[in-house]
């Protein structure tokens, strides 16, 4: 089962990362969001966080090895996949407007 | 490379004598309802499955004779809305998801080399379920009585204000219920993969096809319960009024295009991810080489199935959505190209370097490739948000999705049917309609579509049920109709090429196109038990690595050859390294699936005819069978380790900590933290974004329920962790049970206080959603009680020991599950109130 999750768990913290930086965006727009408190640094912080957590994982899969030299090289490339992903898709919180 | 073995015909024959008798079906008619071995099964699945096909193509050509001309007088605007959106709706959940579910069925025993499915009575449960609900909904069309909203259902045009009668209450149910028919297929299917396998096939040996399909099941486990939750909201606003889709209640209708995009774009990947592991399976074997970057597409298949999480949005670009959010969808929906790609050099590169024979299966690989990377294409092209505003609901989002499930679903499939049909029928195709059929169903297919592109490019709206002949579609539309009409002749080409071949053909030789993956090391057809010894791999390839692989196998040379305890036995292995852990012990003949089918098929279609009485008496027996099904399992003693050959003593299955059940629970309750998760996301929704929003007033919580929460959701889960240290140290278990149980009823009790503070769900969405959660919390600790008393008359009855301590761990594992989720639920509905 340590494998599986070596394999799924640096991709499913994307999903759960990019599901969360969306909530936030949606919630900066929402009637619950302080009149006071700019959206775009707090956006930009989770995805600072979001690719720090990737970045973490991929390094935790590349330091703690599997013993299988498949695993290993496949989970590699998809915790790269979620690096690259995490970068990529939430990258619009440099630019896009936020609630228009 | 070994040396050929010396013929034992005796040995093999007697051995497969044995095995046909412990294995077999019931004969005659009786057989059918009380089999559940992977061939019938899978069989049952694909007949039915490819009927459904036929229904729906029916449907298509009469969307398509309907638009072959302007001003078509051919049918009746509420007959054609029903056509489409039924048409939609078979191609989708009648047709598309059992077919590969039966494919897998099939195929996959024999390429894991076991011999069965993880639950073979699951499976059987699931097919049943599965034609009552597609018989229903087929039913309700032929009544008149279909569903006309869409197959995606959109509120409020499926509200009972816009949709009145019971033609959206059969989509809902009726395929809510193929839903639970898919969830329990995809836990068999994740299960089996994972420890059901030969002997030494580690990970990294495990066929692509076994890869592909454990990703999908994963999906499925993921996908549909936010489509089933928003179903159960959509269903119990219809029939009670409760207003999560009204917004003057505090509904909102958007929350419905979340919930079922958020299965609905994951499902075109569910779809596409098996197709691409039958071609990921079939190429290597017509290129006469092997997979170029195995590793490379098993990361491309997780990474794309994950990522394909991440693009639910891009259906909904013209709801006003704020342009970061597109954003980030677009963006993601351009990324899923790349693993994409990643599959598709892979099957270049294999190409490249084998030597491909054009026999009929790789023709219909290259229809693919020919078709599959345009709907790609497209599909880029729609994540460009300013195109897909553009041609948002017309005819170019039809042609696309087409091409993508057509060329990327159905075509790789009729490939996989027609390299599979020696294995499946023991016969070599004779007649060669099939070529026939290729040619006229590929060319027609790009003739249809691509008109159906350029007429969407004009601007013709999809679902209309006419247009003017000045419009400038005629023309278009018109060729359109003819191919498609090319298409399906040779749609029905092919089946009757499959038909007939089945039937009739020259019996064939074992393995004829040569591969070296283990399913075709079996006897053709394959026998119901597989295998008469379970192999024993050293790689990738194992009819490569050993050309008698299947003589070996059919004398016994391989684990669990004795027949002499005359059971139903397979082999259990750890799921990294495929080392021999333990021995399975598999259900016989049973009439239990057909029945638990019939009732709870009956709890699901009663509401249609407000029969709720005969709803919650089915309901009552949907638990009473459960309860009769798990009791007919385990032992009253333990056994001890069994001889499993190969000198191996391996312990049963039912004597071990984490026996398969275990297993499928805990999938089954990834599913049930997804529908969860949903239930809050949808909750949040609503509280952040809902128009008429914040209620009247929020639930205030009391102190004394939220104490009787915690303490209930401690005690939970205290209780069955400590019945499970009894059980292994052989003391009384009934002190630690009732614990739980009182747990169990005190959480209950503080979600029943949710309710009795909130009496009108029908007032704001805030209510509903509260009963909801609340209701949540109750199904759960009900089901855990009655899991509670079940083990304790177990444990009563003999049924536990420090060995056989599953049941006790399963039980615990629900448990957990109950509490915590309890609390979060009541967490959440506190939480507002709260914080004022």
């Known amino acids: 089962m340590i494998e599986i999750l070596r394999l799924s768990l640096p991709i499913s913290l994307w999903a759960i990362g990019f599901s969360a930086v969306y909530a936030l965006q949606g919630l900066s727009c929402s009637r619950h969001w302080p009149d006071d408190l700019e959206a775009r640094p707090v956006l930009l912080a989770a995805w600072f966080v979001a690719i720090a957590v990737q970045a973490l994982g991929l390094m935790a899969v590349l330091y703690a090895p599997s013993p299988s030299r498949f695993i290993q090289s496949t989970a590699v490339a998809i915790a790269g996949t979620a690096l690259i992903a995490a970068i990529w898709t939430m990258m619009p919180v440099l630019a896009a407007s936020v609630c228009q | ?836």
């Open chain 2, 1 to 836: 490379m070994t040396n050929p073995p010396s013929p034992k015909r005796g040995t093999a024959l007697r051995l497969h004598r044995a095995m046909a008798r412990i294995w077999g079906s019931d004969p005659r008619l009786r057989g059918w309802f009380t089999t559940n071995n992977n061939n019938d099964i899978g069989t049952l699945f694909l007949i039915v499955a490819t009927s459904f096909f036929v229904i729906g193509g029916i449907l298509a050509m009469l969307i398509r004779a309907q638009l072959a001309t302007p001003n078509s007088a051919f049918m009746e605007p509420q007959v054609y809305n029903q056509i489409f959106t039924m048409h939609g709706t078979v191609m989708m959940f009648l047709f598309a998801i059992p077919f590969f579910e039966a494919m897998s069925m099939l195929l996959l025993p024999g390429m894991l080399g076991t011999r069965d499915l993880a639950f073979p009575r699951l499976g059987a449960y699931g097919l049943w379920v599965y034609i009552f609900g597609g018989s229903a909904v087929i039913i309700a069309m032929l009544m008149g009585l279909a569903p006309n909203g869409g197959w995606f259902m959109y509120p409020p045009l499926s509200s009972a204000a816009f949709s009145p009668g019971i033609g959206a209450d059969v989509w809902l149910l009726g395929i809510t219920s193929i839903e639970v028919s898919a969830i329990a297929t995809a836990i068999e299917v994740i299960v089996t993969v994972l420890r059901y396998r030969a002997a030494g096939m580690s990970l990294s040996r495990m066929p692509i096809f076994a890869w592909y399909i454990l990703v999908v099941s994963v999906m499925i486990l993921t996908a549909f319960p936010p489509m089933i939750l928003g179903s159960l909201l959509l269903e119990v606003e219809r029939a009670l009024d409760w207003p999560f889709f009204q917004v003057e209640n505090g509904g909102d209708p958007l929350l419905w295009q979340h919930l079922f995009w958020l299965f609905g774009h994951p499902e075109v990947y569910i779809i596409f991810l098996p197709a691409a592991g039958m071609i990921t399976t079939i190429l290597p074997v017509m290129a006469r080489t092997n997979l170029l970057g195995y590793g490379w597409v098993v990361a491309a298949a997780v990474s794309l199935a994950v990522l394909s999480f991440g693009l639910w949005v891009h259906h909904m670009f013209t709801t006003g959505i704020p342009h970061m959010g597109m954003a980030f969808f677009s963006a993601a929906s351009t990324l899923v190209a790349v693993p994409t790609s990643i599959m598709i050099f892979s099957w270049i590169g294999t190409l490249w370097k084998g030597r491909a024979r054009m026999e009929l299966p790789m023709l219909w690989i290259m229809g693919f490739f020919a078709t599959f990377v345009i709907g790609g294409l497209t599909g880029v092209m729609l994540a460009v948000v300013p195109f897909n505003w553009q041609v948002h609901d017309t005819h170019f989002v039809v042609a696309h999705l087409h091409y993508v499930l057509i060329g990327g679903y159905v075509f790789p499939m009729v490939a996989a049917i027609y390299y599979f049909m020696p294995l499946l029928t023991g016969r070599t195709r004779f007649f060669k309609l099939g070529e026939v059929a290729f040619w006229l169903v590929v060319p027609a297919f790009h003739i249809t579509f691509l008109a159906v592109h350029m007429a969407g490019l004009l601007g013709q709206r999809r679902r209309t049920w006419t247009y003017n002949a000045d419009q400038g579609w005629t023309a278009l539309n018109l060729v359109a109709s003819i191919a498609s009409f090319v298409m399906a002749i040779g749609f029905a080409l092919i089946i009757l090429d499959v038909a007939v071949n089945a039937f009739v053909a020259v019996r064939g030789r074992r393995n004829p196109w040569g591969a070296g993956t283990l399913e075709w090391a079996a006897a053709i057809p394959s026998p119901a038990y597989g295998f008469a010894s379970i192999p024993i791999v050293k790689g990738r390839y194992p009819l490569y690595d050993d050309p008698h692989l299947a003589l070996r196998i059919a004398r016994g040379e391989g684990y669990m050859a004795d027949t002499s305890r005359n059971r139903r036995e397979a082999l259990i292995v750890t799921t990294a390294r495929g080392e021999p852990s333990q021995v399975v012990v598999l259900p016989g003949n049973s009439v239990m699936p057909f029945l638990l089918a019939v009732v709870t098929s009956t709890s699901f279609l009663a509401p249609l005819f407000d029969a709720y009485i005969v709803a919650g008496l089915a309901l009552m027996g949907v638990v009473a069978l459960a309860l009769v099904w798990a009791w007919g399992l385990g032992s009253r003693a333990d056994e001890g380790l069994v001889d499993a050959a190969q000198g191996a003593m391996l312990p049963l299955a039912s004597e071990s900590a984490d026996p398969p059940g275990w297993w499928g629970s805990l999938f089954l309750l990834l599913a049930d933290s997804v529908h969860f998760g949903s239930l809050l996301f949808g909750y949040a929704f609503l509280w952040s974004v809902a128009p008429n929003w914040p209620p009247q007033s929020y639930l205030q919580p009391q102190l004394w329920a939220v104490a009787l929460a915690l303490a209930g959701a401690l005690a939970l889960t205290a209780g069955p962790r400590l019945a499970v240290r009894v059980i292994r140290r052989s003391r009384a278990a009934w002190p630690a049970l009732g614990v739980g149980l009182i747990g169990a009823l005190a959480l209950a009790a503080a979600a029943a206080t949710v309710m009795l503070d909130r009496p009108n769900p029908a007032g704001h969405a805030y209510d509903a959603t509260l009963w909801l959660l609340a209701g949540h919390v109750g199904l759960h600790t009900f089901l855990t009680i009655i899991m509670l008393c079940y083990l304790a008359a177990r444990v009563a009855r003999g049924y536990a020991s420090p060995n056989r301590i599953g049941e006790a761990r399963i039980v615990a594992l629900w448990a957990d599950f109950t509490a915590a989720t309890g609390l979060v639920a009541l967490g959440a509905a506190w939480l507002p109130g709260a914080v004022g």
